[in-house]
């Protein structure tokens, strides 16, 4: 493998399972740094603002400064206030990703007698999801409210399996509204990989390293982008997948450690 200017990691399934760093993730990066190599974080869970991510992958081992880590939840910020600075938003999501949205100039409804009248409907990664939050999507979007989400993942890989995702939620707003979603936020969508190359100094994508653990979201990401791709079998992605699958990585690697060991 040879080396790259940048390097573009995913978190879950990448660089960490719940709160245990992948062996080899700290040194790997460690590695890379060293060597003059620009490192982004990007991830499709917009569970924590990046402060929180930061904090998290210094406690593993690899110092982070929020600037560093791009989630679905930021990049969707940056759009809603560039389309409609000020927007009247329910987010059908958890409370940091409100709090995310809400910096960025947004009103949130949620909470308000006015939910119903939101200028857009957000579908995220929701572990409260249920059929108020639901019933409310569906009213907002039956008066006119655009849909849009963080992120499409099915999964979320965590230790031992994994657990259901923003797809579920976008699901099921798309099937009692029969709308379908506008905008997805995160990987695949080109937004968080140009936001990702514009932190690294404007790198080109074909001078940069994506390495994920999904084929649908990382290594799509990248081969729309024109970056090279590598995906790890640490998390959510099987050997056998691949096999399988239409989308082919430009590596297969048994987890990050192997960047800086081959």
């Known amino acids: 493998m040879r080396r790259f200017k940048g390097y573009i990691f995913d978190l879950d399934g990448t660089i960490y399972l719940g709160e245990r760093a992948i062996p080899g993730a700290p040194e790997t990066v460690r590695c890379l740094r060293q060597a003059g190599c620009r490192v982004t974080f990007v991830s499709n869970k917009p569970l924590e603002p990046r402060e929180r991510y930061a904090e998290k992958l210094t406690r593993l081992g690899i110092p982070t400064e929020p600037a560093d880590v791009l989630t679905s939840g930021h ?151 024109g970056a090279v791709s590598a995906v790890v079998l640490t998390g959510v992605t099987r050997r056998e997948d691949i096999s399988r699958s239409s989308i082919q990585p430009d590596y297969v690697l048994e987890s990050i450690a192997d960047i800086c060991s081959v």
């Open 75 to 225: 990049v969707l910020g940056h759009w809603l206030a560039a389309e409609a600075a000020g927007a009247r938003v329910f987010v059908v999501g958890e409370p940091p990703l409100l709090a995310e949205l809400a910096a960025f100039g947004l009103q949130i409804t949620n909470g308000t007698q006015h939910s119903e009248e939101a200028d857009f409907v957000v579908a995220a990664f929701d572990r409260t999801f249920d059929y108020g939050k639901l019933n409310t999507a569906f009213q907002a979007i039956r008066r006119g409210a655009r849909f849009v989400a963080t992120n499409a993942d099915r999964t979320c890989p965590v230790e031992g399996g994994e657990i259901p995702d923003a797809a579920a939620v976008i699901g099921a707003i798309e099937g009692c509204t029969g709308k379908q979603v506008e905008l997805v936020a995160g990987k695949p969508s080109p937004l968080i990989i140009e936001a990702g190359l514009a932190r690294m100094g404007g790198l080109s994508p074909e001078q940069c390293l994506v390495v994920g653990d999904r084929l649908e979201t990382d290594v799509v990401m990248a081969q729309r982008a």
